[in-house]
């Protein structure tokens, strides 16, 4: 008989500059590949598993500040870098046969669904990895606040920050 795992429902904050790896921009596909695989084994133990992706390897919408760029757009920017992401992520899970979903906080249905608090707790429950794009869909915030208040929301019992 397999143990049951410790934990039922985890959170996992997955920072944009891990998935660039060695890359000061964009995305390095075998980073994307090794977490891809990590989770899996985490959901084959039994383990429901949701992603937030940050987007810092693509946009921070600070940095852009800093040059004199305007923030809130510059921030804007940084949350769609998070969907270019998570599609990432999807696609490098989807390719080992871990079914995936994309919720993005920011709305563009021909792209992923909306994130819908109880819609994700239904893909958690049906066995699909959900990842949590779009930060928390307003400027001035991080995708870490966005992985802690989706822990708060999704009652998962296991949040863990990769920064
Ligand atoms: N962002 C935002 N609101 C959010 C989440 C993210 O405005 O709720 C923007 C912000 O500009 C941020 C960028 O998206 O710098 C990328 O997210 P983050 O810096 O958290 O990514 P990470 O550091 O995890 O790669």
Redesign the pocket.
Known sequence: MTPSPQYRRVILKL???ALGGERDYGIDFEVVRRVAKQVKQVHEMGVEVALVV????I????AAAERGFDRTT??YM??L??VINALALQEGLEQIGMPARTMTAIQMPQVAEPYIRRRAVRHLEKGRVVILAG????????????AALRAVELEADFFFND?
């Not at 946009?59 to 600070?62: C, D, E, I, T, V």
């Not at 915030?141 to 966005?146: H, I, Q, R, S, V």
């Open positions: 920072s944009g500059e940050g987007g810092g390897n946009f921070r919408g600070q510059g921030d940084g949350m870098g998070t930060g928390s869909g307003n400027p001035y915030f991080t995708t870490d606040t966005t920064t």
